[in-house]
């Protein structure tokens, strides 16, 4: 039987091949501040200005540190393709990076999905990627391109129906691919100040044909800005999620999750620097699970390697505290194109 070139359906079973991001270049995104007020630690609202760089030594660390990553994968008998160099500085609209890999896309089964961003800051990331799917689509793969951006590039920000007290109405689709986790049949998302109900429609329009269901879970936090440091599935049955974004009750409700074990992740620990310029210290959940026995972790996550070992999970320690400052870890900086599913219930 011939393998399946994208072949990815859940979060834990053996990797086989996957996308890592790259950081030359990376600028702070620049959107209304409505949007960065509601997604952003406040002590660096004012950073997010046109063309503004992130500073030089923590992308050049953070280049260094996907660098070591992409080989750590490797030498694991891994495939790792990367993304191609954009100067997101040079563009004449203002962009961000091309390091959070999992926000652009998702894979589900034998389908590359992009994603319809909210923010107009990634409206040019494609042009990292456009050589990535022109390498799986002439291997028969199916990618679905995200729909043209919009004339009004705000029109996600005036009147309109909203969810809850997020800042993006639902006139247009849109989502980031990092507010969906897999689950075989089952994806459970958020919505949130980047994802909308039309982009929910979006994305089950794009998953037709596969029996794929896409449940939501409603999120604690009014910030909430990517489910992948909200739960991680570690195995089947196995997940840990975070108790300040989202409760137990409301993981029961899922029918996928009945009779999964739900373990809290450790606080993390505070840290100054290098700061988290896009996001918080909940990273620490942001991991990536190489097979139901191994996870890459941040190299210092000491309390989530403890837990990790207490059932049965081999941690692999790996320095990415310069790439957190990007906003991202291990799950936002790659794209798994596949998995051995062959061993799965």
């Known amino acids: 039987m011939t393998e399946q070139v994208v072949n990815a359906s859940n979060e834990w079973d053996p990797l086989q091949e996957v996308i890592v991001g790259v950081a030359d270049h990376s600028c702070f995104p620049f959107e209304p501040r409505i949007v960065v007020e ?9 950073e997010h200005r046109p063309h503004n760089p992130f500073p030089e030594e923590i992308v050049a660390k953070a280049c260094e540190q996907l660098d070591n990553f992409a080989k750590v994968l490797t030498d694991l008998g891994i495939t790792v393709r990367r993304p191609k160099v954009v100067d997101f500085s040079s563009l004449e609209t203002p962009g961000y990076t091309a390091s959070m890999v999992r926000d652009a896309i998702t894979v589900a089964q034998d389908r590359i999905i992009e994603a319809p961003y909210s923010w107009r800051s990634r409206n040019h990331e494609s042009l990292a990627y456009e050589d990535l799917f022109k390498h799986y689509e002439a291997q028969g793969a ?4 995200r729909p043209p951006p919009p004339a ?5 920000l005036g009147p ?3 969810h809850r007290e997020y800042v993006i109405n639902d006139n247009r689709p849109a989502f980031d691919a990092a507010d969906f986790i897999r689950l075989d049949k089952t994806i459970i998302g958020q919505l949130s100040n980047t994802t ?3 982009g929910v429609k979006h994305l089950e329009k794009c998953l037709e044909g596969t029996g794929i269901e896409v ?3 409603e999120s604690l936090d009014s910030h909430a800005f990517h489910i992948d440091a909200t739960i991680t599935p570690l195995r089947e049955g196995l997940l840990i999620y975070n108790p300040t974004y989202i409760t137990v009750e409301e993981l029961q409700k899922v029918e996928r999750l009945k009779g999964w074990k739900f373990i809290p992740a450790p606080f993390p620990k505070p840290r100054e620097y290098p700061p988290f310029f896009m ?3 909940w990273l620490i959940m942001n991991i990536l699970v190489i097979d139901p026995k191994r996870a890459i972790i941040e190299a210092e996550d000491d309390h989530l390697a403890d837990l990790l070992l207490e059932h049965g999970i081999t941690p692999i320690r790996v320095p990415f505290q310069y790439v957190h400052s990007l906003g991202g870890s291990f799950h936002c900086t790659t794209v798994d194109i596949r998995r051995d599913h062959s061993t799965s219930a």
Not at 38 to 46: G, I, M
Not at 142 to 145: D, G, M, S
Not at 152 to 156: H, I, K, M, Q, S
């Open 160 to 162: 309109g129906e909203r």
């Open 142 to 145: 199916k990618v679905y391109r």
């Open 279 to 281: 996001s918080s210290a």
């Open 152 to 156: 009004d590039v705000d029109a996600l």
């Open 38 to 46: 509601n997604t952003v630690p406040a002590r660096y609202w004012d």
């Open 196 to 198: 909308n109900r039309s």
């Open 215 to 217: 449940v939501l879970v």
